[in-house]
């Protein structure tokens, strides 16, 4: 399983969508795939937990490790195909964050190792000001506030490189552009 979490290395920069739920993470990373001319990374854990939720079965602890392991999958098979900057809808650091938040600080330590071991450029954290949106697999809005608060201490306690990114889809966008120029100045 260690193996399975281990992100392999490679030349691209790599740069992070954060955030609650229905924050426009995945909206911005595909913008940002397409203004770049590059890939993202999808989110694995929607997939994974609409599986479930379509068999009435609800999502555990257990579930915390398989879904790091697919979103890792994932980012490593893409970062292969990627020569320049690779913007992942979500990492392990946010499986890690809903698992500490939904199950009482559970997290397993190999996902900890894998955050510990992992290199990302840039943490673009996008606020709660944009309309929430139902779906199967978000709970409610009720605890976007709160949560935002949460990821944020969470890339403050382990010192990862982040700006927040709020306003309207364009603003978003414009801001999200300056910071990843920013980044590839700084590392190409």
């Known amino acids: 399983m260690e193996e399975k979490l281990k992100q392999e290395k490679t030349s691209c920069i790599k740069v992070v969508l954060f955030g609650p739920e229905s924050t426009?993470?995945?909206t911005l990373a595909q913008q940002l795939a397409l203004h770049y001319n590059s890939l993202w990374v999808p989110e694995f854990s929607r997939e994974y937990a609409e599986k479930?939720?379509?068999?009435?079965?609800?999502?555990?602890?257990?579930?915390?490790?398989?879904?790091?392991?697919?979103?890792?999958?994932?980012?490593?098979?893409?970062?292969?195909?990627?020569?320049?900057?690779?913007?992942?809808?979500t990492n392990v650091l946010e499986t890690k964050v809903y698992s500490t938040y939904l199950y009482n600080g559970y997290c397993p330590e190999l996902l900890e190792k894998s955050i510990q071991e992992s290199t990302y450029h840039l943490y673009l954290?996008?606020?709660?000001d944009i309309p929430w949106e139902y779906d199967i697999v978000r709970s409610s809005d009720a605890n976007r506030q709160k949560m935002f608060a949460y990821f944020e201490n969470t890339l403050?306690?382990?010192?990862?490189?982040?700006?927040?990114?709020?306003?309207?889809?364009?603003?978003?966008?414009?801001?999200?552009?300056?910071?990843?120029?920013?980044?590839?100045?700084?590392?190409?």
Do not use: W
């Open 24 to 26: 426009g993470k995945t």
């Open 52 to 89: 479930k939720l379509a068999h009435k079965k609800p999502l555990t602890t257990k579930d915390v490790l398989p879904i790091a392991v697919g979103q890792m999958k994932l980012e490593n098979s893409l970062a292969k195909r990627e020569k320049k900057v690779l913007f992942c809808d």
């Open 156 to 188: 403050k306690s382990y010192g990862f490189p982040y700006t927040v990114i709020n306003g309207s889809e364009t603003n978003r966008l414009k801001q999200a552009i300056k910071q990843v120029d920013l980044v590839l100045k700084n590392y190409t």
């Open 125 to 128: 954290l996008t606020a709660t």
